[in-house]
């Protein structure tokens, strides 16, 4: 039994979610000769305060820009 789990940012439409289901149980069926009633694709949508990237949550208005950062992060000074 195959078991797959796609994170992904709340408010998917449900076309992308019919999408990624057929995709990934045909990919799992064909590559590994699963029987379709054998693979299960579970889909979690994260709300944006859950979650973050480069240190920036995604709440932030100017997230896209932030959550781009490449550089480290520099230490505190207090630890």
Do not use: H
């Not at 039994?1 to 990934?24: L, N, R, V």
């Not at 995604?58 to 630890?79: I, P």
């Amino acid at each position: 039994m195959s078991i797959i789990e796609i994170y992904g940012w709340k408010g998917i439409s449900s076309e992308k979610k019919e999408a990624w289901i057929k995709t990934c149980t045909s990919v799992i069926a064909n590559q590994f000769n699963e029987p379709l009633d054998e693979i299960t694709v579970f889909i979690n949508e994260i709300p944006s305060g859950n979650w973050g990237q480069a240190g920036a949550i995604g709440t932030d208005s100017d997230w896209l820009e932030k959550s781009r950062v490449q550089e480290r992060m520099k230490e505190d000074a207090s630890n």
